[in-house]
């Protein structure tokens, strides 16, 4: 058919052929060019030697030597390099062949009248023979204005901040899958609601897809911020604040390939759970992955092995379990809050200052029982010299002056058992025998001691800390030294009487309370001398609002060349030191950076109308949350007699998967519900028999799991955080489970997490959280 009457989508789909076949001849070249690399670095590494001009007798003939193995050593490595490009460049377009792209816009340059189309998609593709850009990569200066304008004036700048204006007149959208075009729409500023309804209207995986195809302008301009050192992203749950700061990671190393790599950077995860969740994001968008660690694992490298350290998960689970009212329970709420503030900071910083003067504590060193070297003599020397050095230097000192000190001990030990040996009944050997033997016995009762001193293990941390609990004389000098705010902030004195008494009980027991982790790796930091990461030039953390400002303080210190994206949710704040009602403006105030902006994302992608509508009504007068029209079942509410929730609970969970629901979780309060629930689920599925059949095996989650084996999972509210399903079955949402106002905010976690079923039971009345909606008023059906 001649071009001009072929009609438009005809016309799309046969450039979008054409695409294809461009690539997969291209392909055809990389897998060739892979196979003859591969080949080559292979022969290299066998024949290396081979190829080696060996000569020594002769200086000049091993200068010759050595200039032979660098040439063939540049050789290989030149060969690893374009191996590794080619294989990283065929990954990439075998993962953009489904689609390779997702939009266009026509732009027509004001200065020179130059028109172009601009396809767009997750990777650049260039046509080698004729140099043409035949598709771009999204996060391409002029890609921008996709995200950013609707058809009409628009302009970007490029790299050396030149503006090109112009004139937009196509902006369209494809939906294309397994290289055939399925629609496409014309559309405006926004990015096409029809193609966007599509999209969210899919099945969850258990792995989340970064959709660049459906990034609004607002997540635009979060994505492209480069000027901005600090970025806080306040954002409604679903509204897509994950996807985001992974998506503004691929956009800098897009930006910033020449100084920037994904080992620069780092993502802190609230658990092991999230982090496979997200592993596949930057692979996906052409990047490599970057570091990904926990603050809960932070901590314990921080500590020494033999410190087992309480996470936030097992410390909100006293929170929860403990009945409201408990006097205990108010006094660690009360200890958790000061701890975790930044005052408190301010008082471990003034304490640590305190310390180059005076008060600190070292251990004895000691053999069998028998003290060798005194933790009063150790103090002496700290404290006798060099008071101007800095902390951190002179712990270095001291640890080269106790290895010494130890070294010595360990050869007079030598002697001592020399002479013994000699002395003793029945033994024969000779003089060189004996010694060694005398050697090997004074090794073996102090080289433990002088490892031990220079591992830095002579002062005692615990006990330095324990004493900011039982030593009031300390707390007038940090008052009187510290900064102003340190006194007025103090719990009043019966509840600091409190705090203390819990504390000193609970590091008697062993296990550091959460709380009391950071301020004790702080103190160490700041006496050691903190090992700063330097090389981390920029520093991602989600689910901000589970951070404390103590927390955000430690992490300012630890990575000071680095720029921060601080994702969160303040309506999901459900940690103890967030009921007071955390704000991201007082995380602004503690970076206090010029550089600091704040975004807000209100519009939530995720759930349906309906189940956005019942979350919102959970948190009124809280952060606004505006749901994106997208329709769906209501939410269900059924009620039941204790006996028979499991039963009524595994119907539901086996309609909601004959009705086409793929990823399935069953939400409980508390780790300890959800292994109940578990095992009562486990015997109502035996119960069900043939009919269970087809359903996938039900997975418990726990906080040690590592990613998902099972699309039917159950697990706690707090690991829930930051994933979503196809559908939530909420355990046990009756008024004895959701009672008090703390647990609020988990509640509305809990119901944010599905995309488009949402079906709460509950044993007798249901949580006063539903009150004054349709659910609530319903409330009595059975399944």
Known sequence: MPEDQKTDFER??????????????????????????????????????????????????????????????????????????????????????????????????????????????????????????????????????????????????????ETISGEMTLKRQYLIDGGRLLDYFDTGLRIGDGLLAQLLGRSADDKMKSIVTTIQSEQNEIIRDTESRVVIVQGAAGSGKTSVALQRVAYLLYRYRNVLTSDNMVLFSPNRLFSDYVSNVLPELGEANMRQTTFQEHLERELSAASKVEDAYDQLEAQLTEPEGDPRQAVRSAGIRFKSSAAFADAIAAYAKLLEREGMRFIDFTVKDRVVLEGSRIAERFYAHRTERPMWERMELLSEWLAAELEELKEEAAKRYYRRLLKAPNYLGTEPELKAMARKQAKKRYGPLIEQAKRFEFWDLGELYARLFKDDELWSKLEQTGPERLAPLRPSAGLWEGICRDTL???????????????????????????????????????????????????????????????????????????????????????????????????????????AGLAAAVLPEREPVEPFERGGEPPQLYTAAPAELPLQVWRDVMRLRADGAGTMAVLCKTQAEAREAFERLQAARAAAGAEAAGLPPLQLVTKESAGFSSSLAVLPAALAKGLE???????????????????????????????????????????????????????????
């Not at 982790?517 to 090389?535: F, Y």
């Not at 809990?750 to 006063?768: D, I, K, Y």
């Open 505 to 611: 009980l609970r590091l008697q027991r062993g296990a550091v309370p959460y709380e009391d982790a950071t301020p004790i790796v702080d103190l160490k930091g700041r006496i050691e001398g903190r090992q700063t990461m330097s090389a981390i030039r920029h520093v991602l953390i989600d689910e901000a609002q589970d951070y404390t400002p103590y927390q955000f303080s430690y992490l300012k210190r630890l990575f000071p060349r680095a720029k921060f994206t601080l994702l969160g949710d303040w309506n999901q704040g459900i940690y103890q030191h967030a009921q007071g009602g955390g704000e991201y403006r007082s995380i602004a105030e503690l970076f206090q950076e010029e550089g600091t902006r704040i975004y807000r994302l209100t519009k939530s992608y995720r759930s349906t109308s309906e189940i």
């Open 725 to 783: 399903f196809d559908a939530v079955v909420v355990y046990n949402a009756g008024a004895a489970v959701y009672c008090s106002e703390r647990e609020r905010k988990l509640f509305y976690t809990v119901c944010t997490r599905a995309l488009h079923r949402l079906h709460l039971h509950a044993v007798g009345e249901p949580t006063p959280f539903l009150q004054g909606t349709e659910l609530y008023r319903g409330a009595g059906v059975e399944v």
């Open 12 to 161: 799309e789909a046969s450039r979008l052929s054409a695409i294809v076949r461009r690539m997969e001849q291209l392909g055809e070249k990389l897998q060739e060019l892979v196979s003859d690399r591969k080949e080559r670095v292979v022969a290299i590494r066998r024949d290396f030697w081979d190829d080696v001009s060996l000569n020594a007798e002769y200086d000049d003939e091993l200068m010759e030597t050595a200039a032979s193995i660098r040439a063939q050593a540049g050789v290989l490595r030149q060969q690893e390099r374009t191996l590794l490009h080619a294989h990283d460049t065929l990954q990439k377009l075998e993962r953009s062949m489904d689609a390779p792209y997702f939009g266009r816009i026509d732009f027509t340059e004001t200065e020179s009248g130059l028109r172009e189309n601009v396809y767009i998609g997750i990777m650049s593709l260039v046509d080698p023979d004729t140099d043409e850009l035949l598709v771009y990569d999204w996060r391409a200066p002029i890609a921008g204005m996709f995200y950013d304008y609707p058809p009409g004036p628009a302009s970007y700048q490029v790299p050396k901040g």
